[in-house]
């Protein structure tokens, strides 16, 4: 009975000994579908993927973990540490997760919940985001192979942190993450597409989200021991 209103609380609770009487429940109407899979962590790691590979010494993997929750029992978990990236000469390091989709048009919207649990600067370039990349788009033939990516930027960092010809970027946070709560992402993807590419994609081959803790120009020796521990949780993508 958890969030209901005294009131109701108290008449659910005698209901069975005192027969008292219950509001009757109107129409509801049905939630928005969601075309990603598992987006509450619930069971399990799939469909999510990482990019671990020896290859990729860059790339950190993440976690299902009932450490917090905002909804359920579970949530992906991002364990961001410097230390964990010693091979990466780059100067990179990501703690991520990602999904491929194949849906029949371009979302509308993307939304769920993230919670910063802990976060220690260790660099100018750390930052918490998710990325879209739209893959072949039809009307995007200027763009050739490269996939059409927006970087919506939670926290960490006020302006592009790395070059990349086809990404733009969306700032939505604080350049300090607030911790300790969860927060609420709402995201109108045609519009962010119309702003910062000057149209939204159509007939693609296929659609990627990433989320991300990450740092980029890190400086080994110089820069401080870089440190997050994120939680996303109820991701929606959809309309």
């Known amino acids: 009975m958890k969030g209901l209103a005294p009131p109701l609380r108290a008449c659910l609770g005698l209901a069975l000994a005192l027969g008292c009487a219950t509001p009757a429940a109107g129409p509801q109407s049905a939630a928005p579908a969601n075309g990603l899979a598992n987006g509450s962590f619930e069971l399990g790691r799939e469909p999510w993927f990482d990019f671990v590979d020896p290859k990729k010494p860059y790339w950190g993997s993440f976690e299902i973990s009932d450490a917090q929750a905002f ?68 009307n995007f033939p200027e763009m050739g192979e490269l996939a059409v990516q927006i970087g919506f930027v939670l926290a960490g960092v006020r302006e592009p942190p790395t070059p990349i010809r086809n990404r733009r970027f969306v700032f939505l946070g604080p350049y300090a993450p607030e911790t300790g709560r969860w927060i609420a992402f709402d995201i109108d993807l045609h519009e962010a597409y119309r702003t910062q590419w000057g149209k939204v994609p159509e007939n693609t081959k296929g659609i990627r989200l990433f989320a991300e803790a990450r740092f980029d120009g890190y400086r080994r020796g110089r820069d401080g021991r870089a440190l997050a521990d994120v939680y996303f949780d109820a991701l929606h993508l959809g309309d």
Do not use: N
């Open 71 to 138: 909804e359920g029992r579970h949530s992906m978990r991002l364990a961001l540490d410097s230390d964990d990236f010693a091979a990466a000469s780059i100067g990179v390091g990501i703690a991520g997760a990602a999904q491929d989709l194949a849906p029949e048009r371009f979302p509308r919207r993307l939304a769920g919940r993230y919670r910063v649990e802990s976060w220690q600067r260790g660099t100018a370039k750390q930052y918490l985001q998710l990325v879209l990349m739209a893959f072949l788009p039809e």
